[in-house]
């Protein structure tokens, strides 16, 4: 199974562009990556995901590199309401299923 | 559109006593059912998941269980409560077992 890293926490400011890192260096070449996040006592949010080719949606953008080992989840203009935990998922395919949640990353959007 | 229910959305609970926590989706078919299991501070611990009725995959081994009756219908029991069971338990489902999962508001459980 694909494991992930990603910084414990960030800071943006309101209105400018968020850009979140993740490192799946183990990630093999059919599993996915997953974005999810987490608002304070609510249960995750699905964001986005992706395979090989960058990907965006109406919630952000998923760049990944060639190379597949990091991808950058993209909030293209933060707000107050971004302000959450963000999780990094790579899937496994070996046959068993797989889906970890790390700790992630904590953005914190500032006024 | 699909909507998932969970309750209750907060319990308090004794050692010993017994748990029982249930999860419904609405407006979907056949979906891929999961519980994980949130300690404060810490990330998403898968605890099961069911691919169909009567279909329980355990990813921990735990005082807890699942069950699914009915096919939109998931449960997570316990005989006894441990003090360590105190979490927030998530359920979500996807559509394709590894694909995108959608998550319900959770249930807060504090064991006294």
């Known amino acids: 199974d694909a494991k992930t890293t990603q910084p414990p926490s960030m800071d943006c400011a309101e209105g400018r562009a968020a850009n979140l890192p993740c490192n799946h260096s183990?990630?093999?070449?059919?599993?996915?990556v997953y974005w999810y996040r987490q608002i304070h006592s609510q249960g995750p949010q699905y964001i986005i995901h992706?395979?090989?080719n960058n990907e965006t949606n109406e919630m952000a953008s998923l760049i990944i590199t060639e190379d597949r080992k990091s991808s950058t989840l993209i909030l293209p203009h933060a707000t107050l309401r971004d302000t959450a935990v963000y999780y990094c998922?790579?899937?496994?395919?070996?046959?068993?299923?797989?889906?970890?949640f790390g700790t992630g990353t904590r953005l914190k959007v500032l006024a | 559109s699909q909507t998932i229910h969970q309750w209750p959305a907060t319990l308090v609970q004794p050692v010993g006593s017994p748990l029982s926590l249930e999860c419904t989706v609405e407006?979907?078919?056949?979906?891929?059912l999961y519980w994980y299991r949130q300690a404060a501070g810490r990330g998403l611990q898968l605890l099961f998941y069911?691919?169909?009725?009567?279909?329980i995959s355990s990813e921990v081994p735990q005082n807890l269980s699942a069950s699914r009756p009915q096919d939109r219908q998931f449960i997570l029991s316990s005989k006894k409560l441990l003090l360590s069971d105190s979490g927030f338990y998530l359920c979500?489902?996807?559509?394709?077992?590894?694909?995108?999962?959608?998550f319900g508001p959770g249930t807060r459980l504090t064991v006294t």
């Open positions: 979500a489902w996807s559509g394709t077992l590894m694909g995108e999962q959608y």
């Open positions: 183990t990630i093999s070449g059919n599993e996915y």
């Open positions: 992706g395979l090989k």
């Open positions: 998922i790579g899937e496994a395919c070996s046959g068993t299923y797989k889906y970890i």
């Open positions: 407006g979907t078919s056949n979906p891929n």
């Open positions: 069911s691919v169909g009725i009567g279909q």
